[in-house]
């Protein structure tokens, strides 16, 4: 196994780790960005009033893509472990 092997390897999971984080972190972004004008607009600086509709877009977005994230991770962990008698000898 060269070098090269080894970085290509790094590169997919890392791009996997990016592609299966984007749709937790963009509905949390979008919810925060929509109660932060809310807040904004009202005056009413609560701490606690950005956090409960951000852990429910989290949720509704895990229930809504669990199963591609879960199929993508498996994917790749099924394709990385047929490579290893290609990557041995």
Do not use: C, H
């Not at 960005?33 to 509704?60: D, H, N, R, W, Y």
């Not at 229930?63 to 099924?78: A, D, E, I, N």
Request: proline share 4%; net charge negative; hydrophobic share 60%.
């Amino acid at each position: 196994m060269n070098e090269d092997i080894v970085l290509q390897i790094g590169r997919e999971a890392l791009y996997l780790i990016v592609i299966l984080s984007a749709p937790l972190l963009l509905s949390a972004l979008f919810v925060g960005l929509i109660v932060g004008v809310f807040q904004a607009a009202t005056q009413i600086q609560e701490q606690t009033l950005s956090f409960i509709p951000k852990l429910m877009a989290l949720v509704v977005a895990l229930v809504l893509m669990g199963p591609w994230l879960l199929q993508s991770w498996v994917g790749f962990t099924q394709s990385l472990f047929l490579r290893i008698p290609s990557l041995i000898g």
